[in-house]
């Protein structure tokens, strides 16, 4: 006892003494020019990153791999210098300068992320089939994966693996800024599904009233599933979504129960068979993205239907075709999905627009705008123009 | 009291070098400063002199090590030319960026991708009958491992011969930059290793390793980059193959054969000895201050009953030149239709009961057998001489004496010599007059 009576005070003198007076001398770290050495093989890309990303929004867009910025269990590899520098400019073409068009550079100065990090390759996770396409931290980094399968050519799987990824995590980083409406979460609930969402169809899920599979896992990957899939996705395809969302689907199975690894076989249309009317033929699923990564509706013979017109010209044909006739499957989930998703956009527009003062809609218009008429080359030209 | 004392000096020393922020006793510079410092010094190291450098580098544990060479340019780009199985063996060459930054101590960074280089470090899956397996041999490749191999490198040390050691910062597999004269063309650099790795017969895929004592050791698959080295001879300690064989990963270099990290061999008796790197010698062997590595000796590769040679016609030499064009040219002259040799090979085959040493003499389409013995009187001397003839050979004895007397000169003492120290797969017969023959291993 009497060992630590004395310790103790020994230990408050210790405290009080300890960096009493100090002056802070000059800084321990070496001074770094933020310049860019004209002599470096990046000069160009890396000053016009500093004039339109850096100086205007304050973000450092970091192309350069550092495996420190990432999660460390896993194995990721960099981007190659040609696609960061492309996908650096659509980033800037079709993200930032769109928000810029529709309220000024000040909106996303002010809740844009602070760092936009590529990553060349997937991030795998083998326990659950599943690979990451971005993260959002703390809302100040966005991290984006695949940036070396880019493929300037396809909208479709620009949007699929970055730019939507870019809204969807933007729009985490604005509702965790001002929360969204606690209504959107009451909406599905019961519904979500965090442990199999990857193995369902999004004619399924659709019917559910979730716009994406994704959207299926939580209520706050549902609402950012709502905004970046309303301003990436043209008419087309969020027509033939909320087509998907108003049909029944079924498994095929005699109880209709779900079963995760057939969930490529959720058809919403099914033959019977003559000589037992109970035995179904069931064809047209869904696919979330096939190899044009558009959505679309898989017939009988394999093949792909990616607007209601096309799907509906189809079914025409085939009841015409088939001597007993074609058949809908049953909607038996007592949830109008169409209904949904559009209630959910609808809680998403007036979010944007009471929390945000933005126009959802008028965005939208900017960002499929800037989809259809972006130029690689002049945009590229505007880094070889850097002196 | 005594007790009480104790902790009152402990307490008041540590009160007094508390938050003591001078450290110039130890260093003249900051920590921040002295990694600066370290950084500058080894982007300088890494592009002087044309900033040309092979890269010796490994993976996973079921592949061997891959040389590239990288060349460091002070302008943050780095041009990578390789030629390696992943790249479908050709060389190509791709520029991307590097760094060396202040990370986990001082790092060299690889930090955008390239094609040649970063394919190692991808998470995709290992394709083909490369794909790692388990002991049943069942596919074992799980999507996110891929080849498992860095790029991002503790710089380590280095030291004045050229030589930098790296360390994988999230593997932790070893990996030496080797300094290069700039004069040094990437492409010949590389071809020069692919032609020592054509050295490796797979013909012979068992080497010897004999350290200084006399003691040998059977290394096998060196070519492969992941050879299996046990004791076969150990001053008459009978050596066990199943529990004293090591087995490590290593890369072919131009200096030599790299082991990943330092292995440790055992001996007969259990005691054991470490290699790290074999250099290539001037008389083609492989060796380090503990060992040398040669291939099997030409009596080691004559006894093989499963291999062929063929004698080289183009190689023959003196008498046995002679021999042979009087041979040839006597063969034709008796019969155009038939024509001179079509091929001389020594083989073994079965006779009487026994499988013998067989010289086959193919005189167009007739083929004339002579089982021989091959008498060494040591690893390189060997006598030649009939054991029994075929009925077809005795005849052209009889009618072309021409023929028998190439045969006759074949049958005598012989040096029989390697092409290379590694590899026995062409062996010259010379003999004492001067006449030599070589034949080739099929």
């Not at chain 1, 003062?357 to 008028?362: A, P, V």
């Not at chain 2, 092409?419 to 070589?438: C, E, I, M, N, R």
Request: proline letters at 3%; a negative charge; hydrophobic letters at 35%.
């Amino acid at each position: 006892m009497k060992l630590r009576n004395i310790f103790l005070p020994a230990l408050a003198a210790l405290s009080l003494v300890g960096c009493s007076d100090e002056k802070l001398g000059p800084t321990i770290f070496p001074e770094v020019s933020d310049s860019v050495d004209p002599n470096s093989y990046s000069y160009k890309f890396d000053t016009w990153v500093n004039q339109n990303f850096r100086d205007i929004y304050n973000l450092e867009f970091k192309y350069k791999m550092e495996d420190v910025e990432a999660d460390m269990n896993y194995n990721l590899v960099p981007a190659t210098y040609a696609n960061a520098r492309d996908l650096c400019l659509l980033t800037h073409y079709l993200w930032f300068e769109a928000y810029a068009e529709h309220c000024g550079q000040d909106f996303l100065k002010s809740y844009g992320p602070r760092i936009l990090h590529l990553i060349g390759s997937p991030a795998y996770n083998p326990n659950t089939g599943t690979e990451i396409l971005g993260l959002a931290e703390g809302g100040l980094k966005v991290t984006l994966y695949k940036v070396n399968e880019m493929q300037l050519t396809n909208i479709n799987q620009l949007n699929e693996y970055y730019f939507r990824t870019m809204h969807h995590e933007f729009g985490h980083i604005l509702h965790q800024t001002r929360s969204y409406p606690t209504e959107f979460n009451l909406l599905s609930t019961g519904r979500y599904d965090q442990s199999s969402w990857q193995s369902k169809a999004i004619g399924y899920v659709a019917s559910q009233g979730f716009i994406t599979p994704y959207a299926s896992s939580e209520n706050r990957e549902d609402f950012a599933e709502t905004i970046a899939n309303y301003l990436t996705r043209t008419d087309d395809q969020m027509e033939l979504i909320l087509w998907m969302a108003s049909k029944g689907w079924s498994t095929g199975k005699e109880d209709d129960k779900l079963n995760v690894d057939d969930a490529e076989y959720f058809s919403y249309y099914y033959i019977p068979d003559s000589s037992n009317p109970e035995n179904r033929k069931y064809f047209l699923s869904s696919n979330e993205h096939d190899e044009t990564y558009r959505v679309c509706l898989i017939g009988e013979k394999g093949e792909r239907f990616y607007t209601v017109a096309e799907v509906e010209a189809y079914l025409e044909k085939m009841n015409s075709e088939k001597s007993g006739g074609i058949f809908a499957v049953e909607d038996k989930d007592t949830i109008d999905g169409r209904e949904m998703i559009l209630q959910k956009q609808n809680i998403a527009r007036n979010w944007f627009k009471d929390t945000w003062q933005l126009d959802f809609d008028e965005l939208r218009k900017i960002v499929q705008r800037r989809q259809q008429d972006f130029d690689i080359e002049a945009l590229r030209a505007e880094i070889e123009n850097v002196q | 009291m005594k007790k009480i004392y104790i902790p009152f000096l402990a307490a008041a020393a540590l009160s007094f070098s508390a938050c003591n922020s001078d450290d110039s006793g130890i260093f003249d510079s900051s920590a921040a400063e002295r990694l600066e410092q370290s950084r500058n010094e080894y982007k300088d190291l890494l592009t002087a002199d044309g900033g040309l450098w092979a890269l010796e580098y490994f993976t996973n544990d079921e592949e061997p090590g891959y040389v590239m060479v990288m060349q460091f340019g002070n302008n943050g780009a780095v041009e990578v030319s390789a030629d390696h199985k992943w790249i479908g063996n050709k060389f190509q060459q791709e520029t991307s960026l590097w760094d060396v930054i202040s990370d986990n101590g001082t790092v060299l960074t690889f930090n955008t991708y390239n094609t040649l280089f970063h394919i190692f470090s991808t998470p995709e899956n290992i394709v083909g009958s490369d794909a790692p397996k388990n002991e049943y041999g069942e596919d074992i490749n799980e999507l996110g491992y891929g080849h498992e191999g860095d790029y991002e490198f503790l710089l380590m040390s280095h030291d004045t011969e050229g030589n930098v050691r790296l360390v994988g910062k999230k593997h932790g597999k070893e990996a030496w930059l080797r300094k290069l004269d700039s004069s040094v063309d990437p492409k010949d650099y590389l071809d020069a290793i692919k032609a020592k790795r054509a050295i490796f017969s797979s013909k012979f895929p068992d080497f010897v390793l004999t350290e200084h004592s006399g003691a040998t050791y059977t290394v096998n698959n060196l070519a492969t980059g992941i050879p299996t080295i046990f004791p076969r001879d150990f001053n008459g300690v009978e050596a066990d193959p199943v529990t004293q064989t090591v087995s490590a990963h290593g890369v072919l270099t131009d200096k030599g054969f790299r082991f990943r990290e330092p292995l440790e061999i055992k001996r007969a008796d259990d005691s054991t000895f470490e290699i790290e790197e074999l250099l290539w010698q001037e008389d083609g062997s492989l060796s380090c201050r503990a060992a040398t590595i040669t291939g099997p000796t030409p009596k080691d590769a004559l006894v093989r009953t499963t291999l062929s040679w063929t004698l080289d016609p183009e190689s023959l030499t003196g008498s046995l030149a002679e021999a042979y064009k009087k041979a040839n040219d006597a063969l034709v002259a008796y019969s155009a239709s038939t024509g001179g040799y079509s091929s001389i090979t020594l083989s073994y085959a079965s006779f009487m009961g026994a499988i013998t040493p067989v010289m086959t003499f193919n005189v167009g389409k007739r083929v004339c057998r002579d089982y021989v013995t091959l008498d060494f009187a040591s690893d390189e001397d060997l006598t030649l001489s009939i054991l029994s003839s075929t009925d077809a050979s005795k005849r052209y004895d009889e009618l072309v004496p021409e023929y028998k007397a190439f045969k006759d000169a074949l049958m005598q003492s012989f040096k029989v010599s390697k092409a290379s120290v590694l590899d026995p797969s062409q062996l010259t017969f010379t003999a004492a007059d001067g006449g030599s023959v070589t034949f080739n291993v099929k």
